[in-house]
Every structure is written in structure tokens, then in C-alpha cells.
């Protein structure tokens, strides 16, 4: 028997920065103004206007409407790490104080069509293209007619262009190409991870190039049909 959508076992749930109702209108034009700034050098100018004006560092740009209703759908976060967020059921395969379900995302325990929204932040980077796609099949399977996957994972093509403009040293640099633990096994593009969701039969709506809580990231934004 599952706890109660955001209950938890442990510690205090907070918002998540990924809601799909939030991500969802961030400006189209954003992402793309910050990957100019970036080939102009210009990053740094930016990263201090972080919190004086109406930037968000979650929605990846200038949020037109950033107090969004919450609505209450039934969400999954898959391989959560040691983000709680509110009203969210917790699933990763290692333990942790706020676990719901301890499961590998490539054999999910749940019955099909269970969940109105999937977020999956920093997982499928961690997996072979191979265990990577067999995960999205999962995710596909249990996501419910019209339900949404928030799909975040590191940015090669951002990492490199962060490098190349000097935006990030060379250790910040291998730090996000391998990650904390130096695990990371296959890293997208934004195209190469649009095709591997759609791939899975996901519809993409949209694709942004994130620029949040961590510099160089893609947002997948898709729906099942």
C-alpha cells in the first residue's frame, strides 16, 4: 500500500521546480537567448541578474506567470534521488529516507496507465542508450491517455558550449560530462533525446534548452497519445 500522495517517510516535502504545468510556459524564445549569451561570452552578466528580477532558475527563463495552480494529478517521481518533492510518489533504486518504492525505472512496479505526470531528473544520463530506452518504454506504459513525462538530463552540446566560452572551468566541466560519482553512461543532445523519447512512441511537445539549478540541462517535454 502506497503512503498518501505527498506524505513522507521522512523530512518535509518541498515544491518541485519541474512541474509540467510550470515548465510547460516557459517562453519559447528564453533558451535561446541564453544559448546567444553563452556564444557571446555574456553568460556571467546574466547569472547575476538571478533573483532581482523576474528570471527563474527553474523554468529555465523569464516566467510570465510563475505562481501557477497546483493541480491534483497522480505523479511519479522516477529515480528521485534525494529530491521530496510535494506531491509526489518517490521511486529509486537505492535507499533513501523519503522512498515510497525502492525499483529500477527499466521494470517499474506499477500497474499501466497509473500516473497522470512522470518526472525523471537526472536518471537516464546514469544508463546505457540501451537500459535509457527501456526505461522511457516503462515510463510510457504506466502513464495514463494524455499524461505528461518531464524528462532532465544533462546538455552536451550546453556543456561543451559552456567550456568553449569560458562559462565553465575545466573541472566543472568533467564534473557534469561524468557526474558526482564519475557513472554517467550516455549523454544527449537535444535532438538525440527527442528521438529516443519519441522513439518509445511519446509524443514531444516541446524540448528546452534548461539553464536552472544546474547550468546545462535539457527539458523534455511529452505526452502520451
Request: charged share 20%; net charge positive; aromatic share 8%.
Amino acid at each position: 500500500m502506497l503512503p498518501t500522495t505527498g506524505q513522507s517517510l521522512s523530512g518535509s516535502p518541498t515544491p518541485s521546480p519541474y512541474r509540467y504545468e510550470s515548465m510547460a510556459r516557459t517562453r519559447r524564445w528564453v533558451p535561446w537567448i541564453k544559448h546567444l549569451l553563452l556564444q557571446l561570452g555574456l553568460a556571467h552578466v546574466a547569472n547575476r541578474w538571478r533573483g532581482r528580477t523576474d528570471f527563474s532558475d527553474y523554468t529555465g527563463g523569464w516566467n510570465a506567470t510563475p505562481n501557477q495552480p497546483q493541480l491534483e494529478l497522480k505523479r511519479l517521481n522516477l529515480g528521485c534521488g534525494q529530491a521530496n518533492y510535494e506531491g509526489y510518489i518517490n521511486l529509486d533504486i537505492g535507499i533513501r529516507p523519503h522512498l515510497y518504492i525502492q525499483a529500477a525505472g527499466q521494470q517499474l512496479p506499477f500497474a499501466s496507465e497509473s500516473f497522470d505526470e512522470v518526472l525523471c531528473t537526472d536518471v537516464i544520463e546514469h544508463l546505457t542508450a540501451e537500459a535509457g530506452r527501456q526505461l522511457l518504454v516503462e515510463v510510457n506504459r504506466i502513464l495514463r491517455h494524455q499524461g505528461h513525462l518531464v524528462l532532465v538530463t544533462p546538455d552536451l552540446d550546453g556543456i561543451m558550449l559552456a567550456y568553449r566560452s569560458h562559462f565553465a572551468n575545466y573541472k566543472q566541466v568533467i564534473q557534469h560530462l561524468l557526474g558526482d560519482a564519475r557513472d554517467h553512461r550516455y549523454l544527449y543532445t537535444l535532438p538525440t533525446l527527442a528521438e529516443a523519447t519519441r522513439a518509445t512512441g511519446l509524443m514531444v511537445e516541446r524540448g528546452i534548452r534548461h539553464w536552472g539549478p544546474i547550468w546545462a540541462h535539457l527539458v523534455i517535454l511529452a505526452k502520451k497519445i
